[in-house]
């Protein structure tokens, strides 16, 4: 069965402090990791990661991926009240045949930065 | 530039009464749509996926069902609600299928109450 396990499900940080979020993942036909961040509502896209050992960078947001040992972190730096929200990790499972058949998502790491 | 509308936001049913939450994408031709919930606690769970008029396929059985009447539209509906079915349910669709691409694009969310 195909899994995806994010780590720690939830976390609570004061701002300014560094947080790094797992995933693992046992998903046949791998094929791509995406990040999420769900605020209120509709979760937005972060990453997407492809390539082990390459970090992706989106200002204080920052990924990699090891797909020898199945796992992803997020980190955030110097973290401000606004990064409060889910985190989902979603990992894009193939079909045996070839092609992009969905995503398998985690239950998400809730991080709430306080003032 | 692309948008995806769903509705209701907000619903309470009783146990037993019908559902029908819509969605609808605008800027774009032949989208894959998807349903997913997300139940309290747990990650998204994907429910149904469509890459065509009338093409319906069905990850969890359950007492939903899903519709594509148009290349935009998509349908969620139950004849009789459970319990169970709350939740905050979530439309999504992507262009492609192709490796590494299939990045998706949520809705706002419909949450569901059934008391």
């Known amino acids: 069965e195909d899994k995806v396990v994010q780590s720690p499900l939830s976390l609570v940080v004061h701002e300014g402090d560094t947080v790094t979020l797992n995933c693992s993942y046992e998903?046949?036909?791998?094929?791509?990791l995406l990040w999420y961040k769900q605020e209120k509502k509709a979760p937005t896209f972060l990453f997407m990661l492809?390539?082990?050992?390459i970090e992706k960078k989106s200002g204080r947001l920052s990924s990699i991926l090891d797909k020898k040992e199945l796992f992803s972190i997020l980190n955030i730096t110097a973290t401000q009240t606004g990064d409060s929200a889910i985190y989902l990790c979603?990992?894009?499972?193939?079909?045996?045949?070839?092609?992009?058949?969905?995503?398998?998502f985690g239950k998400g790491t809730k991080l709430t930065v306080n003032p | 530039s692309q948008t995806i509308h769903q509705w209701p936001a907000t619903l309470v049913q009783p146990v037993g009464s019908p559902l029908s939450l819509e969605c609808t994408v605008e800027?774009?031709?032949?989208?894959?749509l998807y349903w997913y919930r997300q139940a309290a606690g747990r990650g998204l769970q994907l429910l149904f996926y469509?890459?065509?008029?009338?093409?319906i396929s069905s990850e969890v059985p359950q007492n939903l069902s899903a519709s594509r009447p148009q290349d935009r539209q998509f349908i969620l509906s139950s004849k009789k609600l459970l319990l169970s079915d709350s939740g905050f349910y979530l439309c999504?669709?992507?262009?492609?299928?192709?490796?590494?691409?299939?990045?998706?694009?949520f809705g706002a969310g419909s949450r569901l109450t059934v008391l």
């Open positions: 999504a669709w992507s262009t492609s299928w192709t490796v590494g691409a299939n990045v998706l694009t």
């Open positions: 998903v046949t036909n791998f094929r791509s």
């Open positions: 800027g774009t031709s032949n989208p894959n």
């Open positions: 492809t390539s082990s050992g």
């Open positions: 469509s890459v065509g008029i009338g093409q």
């Open positions: 979603a990992v894009e499972k193939g079909w045996d045949q070839g092609g992009s058949e969905k995503l398998v």
